[in-house]
Nanobody
Framework: QVQLVESGGGLVQAGGSLRLSCAAS????????MGWFRRAPGKEREFVAA????????YYADSVKGRFTISRDKAKNTVYLQMNSLKPEDTAVYYC???????????????????WGQGTQVTVSS
C-alpha cells in the first residue's frame, strides 16, 4: 500500500502561482509513476501531469503545458506541481496519484493509477 497526502492548495488570483506537494509513504519502493489529476465542479476527473519515478520522464495535458511543471524529490518521496499563470478554469480539486506499473494503461489514463490522495482545493479568482 502507498499513502498519498497532498498540500499546497488555496485561493489565488488569475495570473498567480501555487505549488502543490504530494508526500508518499508506505511501499514507495514499488512506485512507477506519480501524477496529478483534477476534478472541476460538474466535470469528470482529468489528467494534468505525470512523472516517472526512476527516470523522471514527464507528461502534461495540453491545457497546462508551458504553465505547470511536475517534479519529484526521490529522497523525500514527494512530487510537486508548480502552477504558474493560473486561470479561473484551473479551479478544481487536485488529486495526487501513484501506480506500481502493474496496469497497462497510458500515463494519461486515470485507470493506470492504483493509489490516490484525498485531494486539495485550488480556486483561481478572476
Amino acid at each position: 500500500q502507498v499513502q498519498l497526502v497532498e498540500s499546497g492548495g488555496g485561493l489565488v488570483q488569475a495570473g498567480g502561482s501555487l505549488r502543490l506537494s504530494c508526500a508518499a509513504s508506505g511501499r514507495t519502493a514499488t512506485t512507477d509513476t506519480m501524477g496529478w489529476f483534477r476534478r472541476a465542479p460538474g466535470k469528470e476527473r482529468e489528467f494534468v501531469a505525470a512523472i516517472t519515478w526512476n527516470v523522471g520522464s514527464t507528461y502534461y495535458a495540453d491545457s497546462v503545458k508551458g504553465r505547470f511543471t511536475i517534479s519529484r524529490d526521490k529522497a523525500k518521496n514527494t512530487v510537486y506541481l508548480q502552477m504558474n499563470s493560473l486561470k479561473p478554469e484551473d479551479t478544481a480539486v487536485y488529486y495526487c496519484a501513484a501506480d506500481t506499473g502493474g496496469l497497462s494503461y497510458s500515463h494519461y489514463d486515470v485507470r493506470r493509477y492504483e493509489y490516490w490522495g484525498q485531494g486539495t482545493q485550488v480556486t483561481v479568482s478572476s
